[in-house]
């Protein structure tokens, strides 16, 4: 919050609210001392819907920083498109990288600083990296490894769309306007 401007005396109020969680466990009807989290917070909680949020502005920010550098190029959705590195909606992030090696080393470089600074860590069990068709196939596992992230072929759904749409757009949102209609 610091680094995004917030006055000291407002961030301090905050985090001594985040800061000021404690947790007893009961078990056999005897409690156990009082446990202080270090990391993370209470899901659940109604701060940290806000506090997330705050916290997951550094990353965009981070990775247009790297844009604006050119260490990230990110992706164009047409010829004279602005190019765009990434899209984000609620806790889910779709990222746009060339597949260049400095790019990837460059977006696990921000991600690594990330994770450091907020606190939020990448889960790269539940992570995937789709490659575009023109990416060889060994250098999709190369960098698949580099990410730490499972390869894939396509994507199925995103948020009940199927990805990609391509062409066939008209199809694909006559089915879910059927489903609509449906209900």
Same mark, same amino acid.
């Given at each position: =919050? @610091? &680094? =995004? ?9 905050? $985090?001594? %609210?985040? +800061?000021?969680?404690? *947790?007893?466990?009961? *078990? ?10 270090? +990391?993370?917070?209470? @899901?659940? #909680? ?8 705050? %916290? =997951? ?6 990775? =247009?920083?790297?844009?604006? @550098?050119?260490?990230? /190029? ?49 889960? *790269? ?14 250098? +999709?596992?190369?960098?698949? #490894?580099?990410?730490? $992230?499972?390869?894939? &072929?396509?994507?199925?759904? *995103? ?8 062409? /066939? ?15």
């Amino acid at each position: =919050m @610091k &680094e =995004m401007g917030f006055a000291k005396k407002w961030t301090d109020k905050i $985090m001594s %609210c985040a +800061r000021s969680v404690r *947790y007893l466990v009961k *078990y056999n009807n005897i409690f156990s001392d009082i446990i202080i989290p270090e +990391r993370g917070h209470r @899901k659940g #909680d109604t701060l940290s819907p806000y506090l997330f949020l705050l %916290c =997951m502005e550094a990353l965009p920010r981070m990775l =247009m920083e790297a844009q604006n @550098k050119n260490s990230l /190029k990110g992706i164009r959705a047409s010829i004279k498109g602005p190019r765009v590195n990434h899209l984000f909606f609620a806790d889910d992030a779709l990222l746009f990288v060339k597949n260049k090696k400095s790019d990837i080393e460059s977006l696990i470089n921000i991600l690594k600083v990330f994770a450091n600074v907020s606190g939020q860590e990448i889960n *790269y069990e539940k992570s995937m990296v789709l490659f575009s068709y023109n990416t060889p196939r060994e250098q +999709r596992h190369n960098f698949g #490894d580099l990410l730490g $992230m499972k390869v894939v &072929e396509k994507l199925d759904n *995103y948020l009940g769309l199927p990805l990609p749409i391509g062409k /066939k757009k008209k199809r694909v949102f006559q089915e879910i306007i059927n489903k609509l209609s449906c209900r």
